[in-house]
């Protein structure tokens, strides 16, 4: 069963890239990941790569992952956006506020970010 979505990863942890990746590659998604949020914003801006849904963590070092999503919102409204942080309540409350579809407080179950994912997707449709 191979799946038409394409998700974009965007995490400065490598080990968490990775993880999330081979993951989410392992059901069948089509998968880009980034290491900073430019680059990043690099493959949206990019014509070739239509992402159904991005992934980005919110404490990184180029945009954080706040000022990323307020950009993608503005530019990108229709692709869902899921916000991952290991860092406490206020990442999670800035986050809402820059309109991420979702929060997830590291570390999360793989089983809910299918999930999570899934119900995005459908959303989308």
């Known amino acids: 069963m191979e799946s038409s979505f394409k998700l974009l990863i965007i995490d400065d942890d490598q080990n ?9 590659k392992a059901i069948h ?16 801006e990019d014509d070739q790569n239509r992402f159904d849904l991005i992934i980005t963590d919110l404490v990184m070092p180029d945009i ?17 956006i ?3 942080t290991g860092k406490g309540a206020e990442p999670e409350k ?7 579809d979702a929060v997830l407080k590291k570390p999360f179950e793989m089983s ?4 999570v994912i899934s119900e995005l997707l459908s959303r989308h449709d």
């Open 64 to 80: 954080s992952g706040i000022g990323l999503i307020s950009i993608l919102k503005k530019d990108y409204p229709h692709i869902p």
């Open 94 to 100: 800035l986050s809402l506020e820059a309109k991420a």
């Open 16 to 24: 968490i890239l990775n993880l999330l990746g081979n993951f989410l």
């Open 29 to 44: 998604y089509d998968v880009v990941c980034e290491t900073s949020s430019l680059d990043g914003l690099k493959q949206i």
């Open 112 to 115: 809910y970010l299918k999930k």
């Open 82 to 84: 899921i916000a991952i």
